[in-house]
């Protein structure tokens, strides 16, 4: 038995790849930019470092406060991997400004990649961390496109990569977690199609991407490890020793600073973490009527995550033999009961970034349709699109702005 799956008779590396159609990828990332471009223009004074949603409760670098949008309150994310991105090597002072600059800076690829984009030049810096943020939406969407065609499946699939919370969440707050989503798809992909050295280097990335990259590698690894192939998995776990040196020369520079254990959401104590904010929403200071929405719809957005873990059990016990897909899948649905901090499942903004590798590894055996999926197939594309409605109520002031602005209101 070969260590990679065949591709069905007749089809292979070189067939598949000419009928995988970059249109539809360039497609996604022209309705991310049309996106970004509208928001921008109507509501951000057309100012594109407002996507990196800076808050005025934080204090800004000096050289970077001029021409920086200021939101209320504390802002998102984005504007923490924004100074990251300007000072990668810690050589300007920046970490001071961050809220927890251990954990931010373990998050490195996606800063490090705009810093070296824009070859150090602090102007560019801005401009060249967006381009990443869309160079990762244009790659998940041609990874899928390919995991669709490879399937039998039509490539306009690519254009669901834009239905992925963790894109949705990114291409509007410029926050790490779309490079995790498309490496999710690439890992598939690679997997799939054999390509061993391409499959090291997406599991490399992954970890540099944040701390749950390592679920990838991990999946990898427990196949190689449960068919006997011990050396062959320890050759996979090597793909976290670049994340694990960045680590460590992290913690040195912190290490008086930073927490280094397991974050405090995780495990910090045996509680009832998802299933206490289920049955407890978070409140909100809105009109009773527009808070009863609010509060419903982050219910469904919760029993979206559960049923994609329970999903994942049903994956992993179902598929035979057992794919690294289907392992790493499951790690994310235990990943799910070992975040016990109730505060964690508040952000509506927060965990389905997170868990978008989870949505991403239920659906794709769907799309292709295979055997071990539930008998509905498209029920494993149920979780992704209600979180979706949970964050389209997040948009909406968004997109009423850009009506109203097109409609000159």
């Keep these: 038995m070969s260590y990679f799956p065949k591709l069905p008779s007749g089809q292979n590396e070189a067939v598949g790849r000419p009928r995988v159609s970059a249109t539809w990828a360039v497609a996604a990332l022209a309705l ?27 204090a800004v670098p000096p050289e970077l406060a001029r021409g920086t949008y200021l939101f209320p309150g504390t802002g998102f994310d984005g504007q923490m991997y924004r100074y990251v991105a300007h000072d990668p090597f810690l050589q300007r002072g920046y970490a001071r400004y961050l809220d927890n600059p251990g954990e931010r800076y373990r998050r490195i690829l996606v800063p490090a990649l705009a810093y070296f984009l824009a070859a150090g030049h602090q102007p560019l810096i801005d401009a060249s961390y967006i381009a990443i943020i869309g160079l990762f939406v244009l790659l998940g969407a041609y990874w899928l496109s390919r ?65 749950t990259g390592l679920l990838l590698v991990a999946g990898v690894c427990v196949f190689d490890w449960i068919n006997r192939r011990f050396a062959r998995g320890v050759l996979w776990a090597s793909a976290s020793v670049p994340m694990f040196a960045w680590y460590w020369f992290v913690y040195g520079v912190f290490r008086e600073k930073t927490h280094y254990g397991a974050p405090a959401w995780f495990l910090k104590k045996l509680g009832p973490g998802l299933f206490y904010r289920l049955l407890q929403p978070p409140r909100y200071p809105l009109p009773v009527a527009l808070e009863a929405i609010a509060r419903c719809a982050d219910v469904f957005a919760l029993a979206a995550i559960l049923f994609a873990s329970i999903l994942a059990v049903v994956l992993f016990l179902r ?58 197939w498209w029920l ?3 979780p992704v699109l209600v979180v979706d409605l949970r964050l389209g109520m997040q948009f909406v002031w968004a997109i009423s702005g850009v009506i109203r602005g097109l409609l000159h209101l």
């Design 147 to 211: 995991w669709a065609v490879l399937v039998g499946a039509h490539p306009a699939w690519a254009l669901a990569f834009l239905l992925i919370p963790a894109t949705l969440i990114s291409m509007d707050r410029m926050t790490v977690d779309v490079a995790l989503a498309a490496l999710t798809v690439a890992f598939a992909v690679y997997w799939k199609t054999g390509s061993w050295w391409k499959l090291f280097i997406v599991l490399l990335l992954a970890c540099l991407v944040r701390e």
């Design 380 to 382: 494993s594309l149920v």
């Design 32 to 58: 991310s930019l049309l996106w970004q471009f509208l928001t921008v223009h109507y509501n951000r004074a057309g100012n594109w470092n407002a996507l990196f949603l800076t808050g005025q409760l934080f």
């Design 319 to 376: 598929v035979q033999p057992k794919t690294p897909l289907a392992i790493a899948a499951l790690l994310f649905a235990a990943l799910v009961f070992a975040i016990t901090s109730t505060q964690y499942w508040t952000d509506s903004y927060g965990y389905p970034r997170v868990f978008s590798p989870l949505l991403i590894l239920i659906a794709l055996p769907s799309i292709a349709k295979e055997a071990g999926t539930p008998p509905l």
